[in-house]
């Protein structure tokens, strides 16, 4: 079974800065893309960021410039940082991770989410 965990949501003001974190942990035998998904109140779930592996990263075109997606795969660890931010970037933001498990089984996970609230 793979858990992902992620941390740092919370309150900030418009213009403000975050950084989510993911730690993946679990039977895990190799994780391949990671990424970040939002959903708002009344809203349906959205990708927001993704990364490869490689570290190759793609972007929601609302928050282009203002967001960037890291990983460390060491530490089996995503990480979104949210920079200049908006109220109608506010939202439960979850993690996702393709992870082949130890079974060599591909399986897609989600986090539990962490609320991110962006107001004056």
């Known amino acids: 079974q793979v858990h992902l965990v992620e941390s740092g949501g919370g309150l900030v003001q418009p213009g403000g800065s975050l950084r989510l974190s993911c730690a993946a942990s679990?039977?895990?035998?190799?994780?391949?893309?990671m990424g970040w998904h939002r959903q708002a109140p009344g809203k349906r779930r959205d990708m927001v960021a993704t990364?490869?592996?490689?570290?190759?990263?793609n972007y929601a075109d609302s928050v282009k410039g203002r967001f960037t997606i890291s990983r460390d795969n060491a530490k089996n660890t995503v990480y979104l940082q949210l920079d200049s931010l908006k109220p109608e970037d506010t939202a439960v933001y979850y993690c996702n991770a393709d992870v082949v498990n130890t079974a060599r089984a591909l399986t897609n996970n989600w986090g539990q989410g962490t609320q991110v609230t962006v107001s004056s």
């Open positions: 679990g039977s895990i035998f190799r994780i391949d893309s």
């Open positions: 990364i490869t592996s490689y570290g190759s990263a």
